[in-house]
């Protein structure tokens, strides 16, 4: 399913998004830590309505850290504590994956499915992913 797994990456990149928050160190430490805390906090946001999405399309939700990662397309690096330039290329590598990946589920959501609804709402997450890798892409140029 299709919003399982949207939800399952979105899981995966705030726990990611959280661990680099808690370990990031150096020179713009206060500033990356703040961005890291804005960004799991639209993180947590965005599990929240497609936690729902799924909900209300009369799907159960999954809520384990096993389902999570089962259904999940994004990458984990346990025992990796990256250099602060790491953790923003792996945080922006990430949002380009989900980016690229809510192109290709918006169609299927339009003409496959004919859900119109969840379609705009992959939208909406896309614009934010945008967003987000925008922001990080700045600090690596």
Do not use: C
């Amino acid at each position: 399913h299709i919003l399982t797994s949207i939800l399952s990456n979105e899981m995966i990149l705030y726990v990611k998004t959280r661990k680099f928050h808690w370990n990031i160190s150096g020179n713009s430490f206060m500033e990356l830590h703040k961005l890291f805390e804005d960004q799991y906090g639209v993180l947590e946001t965005i599990i929240d309505e497609v936690a729902e999405r799924i909900n209300q399309l009369g799907e159960k939700t999954i809520g384990t850290m096993t389902e999570f990662i089962g259904n999940s397309t994004l990458k984990e690096f346990p025992n990796k504590y990256p250099s602060q330039k790491e953790m923003l290329s792996e945080l922006l590598e990430n949002h380009e994956q989900l980016v690229t990946e809510f192109r290709k589920y918006i169609p299927v959501f339009e003409n496959e499915n004919h859900d119109i609804g969840s379609a705009d709402f992959i939208t909406g997450l896309l614009e934010q992913h945008e967003k987000m890798s925008w922001i990080i892409r700045r600090y690596l140029s």
